[in-house]
């Protein structure tokens, strides 16, 4: 039976590549909650007592602040490691 050949090179190994941990800014998750919080309230006052002076002048804006309050929550629940 014939010999088979022997590898001149060494076997390739990667690189080790050394893992680095991302870690988010200390306000980010209580900003995050503090926009849901906020967001919720302010859509609930909304609806429960739209005859409060500031509540009453934005009308169906504040739907749109509430929502939006919430959405920014949610964008940066995404950038949380």
């Known amino acids: ?3 088979s050949k022997i590898r ?3 076997v ?4 080790q590549k050394t893992q680095t941990v991302k870690v988010s800014p200390r306000w980010l998750a209580p900003l ?7 967001g919720i309230v302010w859509i609930a006052v909304y609806y429960i ?11 169906n804006w504040n739907l749109l602040i509430g ?7 949610v964008v940066l629940s995404t950038k949380w490691r």
Do not use: D, E, N
Request: net charge positive; hydrophobic share 50%; proline share 17%.
């Open 67 to 73: 929502f939006g309050l919430i959405i920014l929550g």
């Open 12 to 15: 390739y190994t990667p690189p």
């Open 49 to 59: 007592a739209p005859t409060v002076p500031g509540i009453s002048a934005l009308a």
């Open 32 to 38: 995050m909650v503090a926009c849901w919080i906020v």
């Open 1 to 3: 039976m014939p010999k």
């Open 8 to 10: 001149k090179k060494p």
